[in-house]
């Protein structure tokens, strides 16, 4: 789910917005405000509770929700506002994964999609609410796809219109999860995700993989007095492996996850550790700093994570609406599609001979009114010289403007380099290199992981070209990098993650 125009530019209206992530017995919740500088205004809230508002996803009793909500968004100060994006637990969700077969028509997928769940959810479609994402990677396309029945959807309306209130977004707490790290991934690579949060004693997680969420288990547990966090997760970690489930990486957020040490915990754990901290400044750092929090502190990331996620899903897939209904089918039963009706074979070739006839009847009718001796017909050779040259019409032919060459400004154009291989000191080195060719604007910092075998240019369009003047700075360093196309609202122009291949 990528975004290609200027961030900026392509961030939804939204206006007014409460962001409402509701869990199990918790409540989180973001209050946008757009100021005319076009930034937006945040104040936050969230509260534990003793009772329970949701079970599996659904709204346990609507008073008592109505009561949390109204607390909530009374602190955030948004009693003014009515429009709500309700971010709802993984159980209030009916899911499926599948496979796109490889020669299937664009235009063919939805009715593949809605067929394949029509057949494997134990649930009326036409009774629920539904949409479904594609993502593409290396030699096929998956599809997750998510449904909501209306009864569970019914409770939560009626919630919020006790509270004057209105549902304009419905965001699976997954799908916002697995935005926040969608940019990480490599197509040609298939990785396992582990996003686990650490909020004080309180533990949970998903599991993802290169396609979306992996499985519906939402893992949870708590650090009791005498365990240790790495314990408890290299434990889980050596339980997917059994499962055939190999993490490639952890992903840890949490308002408790700032104090762990990434190389140290990475080793006591056995699987590579991605602090979300880390992620976000690298690949999602213009979003960040359009919310901006009027008392001047830092935006609780880490704790607001998945209200982030779905500001960030909005502004690049507004395409993805849950609240509409599934297609109606033309005949009753599952695994049915519309389908024109089948004409016999006989008639079929008789229809086709009448139309042939007459077009041909037609044709001839206006050739025979046509005034033949009015018609010039081309000079031909005199019989006396029949090897006379008919002299050919000279054609002109269209001049073809050279395509310019671009020309960059090396001084001005923002250069990041990410170490994707964990060779300590190679992507100071680069930067040297860099320096002397006369690139100025150079940060240099770690890649999401060190397993890049590979180095990579991401390079904006604008800059297309630019990569032959990079691999000269870079002295024969880099022989045969991955071109990529960098988003236009990256804060760097060019992306450079060094792999093994650097030498």
């Not at 389908?339 to 016999?344: D, G």
């Not at 060719?437 to 992981?449: H, L, M, P, R, S």
């Amino acid at each position: 789910m990528p975004c290609n125009p200027k961030i900026r530019e392509s961030i939804i209206e939204l206006g007014h917005m409460i962001y409402i992530h509701i869990e199990s017995n918790q409540i989180k919740i973001l209050a946008l405000k757009k100021s005319l500088l076009g930034q937006y205004e945040i104040t936050t809230f969230e509260k534990k509770h003793e009772s329970d508002l949701l079970d599996q996803g659904r709204v346990v009793n609507v008073d008592l929700l109505a009561s949390a909500i109204k607390e909530g968004v009374t602190h955030a100060n948004a009693l003014s506002d009515r429009d709500v994006v309700l971010i709802l637990p993984q159980g209030s969700f009916s899911f499926l994964k599948v496979d796109i077969p490889a020669d299937i028509a664009s235009s063919a997928v939805s009715s593949f999609v809605y067929d394949k769940a029509r057949a494997t959810l134990q649930m009326a479609l036409d009774n629920s609410y539904s949409n479904y994402f594609v993502k593409e990677l290396a030699n096929q396309k998956q599809v997750s796809f998510y449904a909501i029945d209306s009864s569970v959807l019914d409770s939560f309306n009626e919630t919020l219109t006790l509270l004057n209130l209105k549902a304009v977004h419905i965001v699976p707490e997954t799908l916002a999860i697995f935005k926040l790290f969608e940019k990480t991934l490599r197509q040609e690579k298939k990785e396992n995700i582990w996003y686990v949060s650490y909020s004080g004693s309180d533990l949970s997680g998903y599991l993802f993989d290169s396609g979306g969420l992996a499985s519906e288990t939402h893992w949870k547990a708590k650090i009791d007095e005498g365990s240790k966090l790495e314990e408890i997760l290299k434990a889980k970690t050596d339980e997917f492996a059994e499962q055939g489930n190999k993490l490639s990486r952890i992903i840890l957020s949490g308002n408790a996850s700032d104090s762990v040490r990434q190389d140290t915990f990475t080793k006591a754990v056995g699987a590579w550790t991605n602090p979300l901290k880390r992620i976000i400044p690298n690949f999602y750092d213009t979003y960040l700093k359009s919310l901006v929090i009027p008392t001047g502190t830092p935006f609780p990331i880490l704790t607001f994570d998945v209200c982030f996620g779905t500001f960030i899903l909005l502004q690049e897939n507004k395409e993805f609406q849950l609240l509409k209904k599934a297609p109606k089918t033309m005949f009753k039963g599952a695994g049915t599609s519309f389908s024109l009706p089948k004409i016999p074979l006989f008639r079929k070739e008789l229809m086709i001979f009448l139309v042939a006839f007459g077009i041909s009847f037609g044709a001839f009718f206006l050739l025979s009114r046509s005034n033949f001796a009015s018609m010039k017909l081309p000079s031909m050779p005199s019989i006396s010289n029949p090897f006379a040259r008919v002299q050919p019409t000279p054609t002109a032919i269209p001049t073809i403007a050279p395509t310019p060459t671009p020309s960059y400004d090396k001084e001005t154009i923002r250069v990041k380099i990410l170490n994707g291989s964990g060779e300590v000191g190679i992507a100071s080195t680069a930067k040297t290199l860099l320096t002397d060719a006369g690139f100025k604007e150079i940060v240099t910092a770690n890649a999401d992981n060190y397993e890049y075998a590979t180095s990579v240019y991401q390079i904006k369009t604008k800059f297309t070209g630019v990569e032959d003047e990079l691999t000269t700075a870079l002295d024969g360093s880099v022989k045969a990098p991955k071109i990529e196309e960098l988003d236009a609202g990256d804060t760097s122009d060019v992306i450079i993650i060094l792999g093994s291949d650097f030498k």
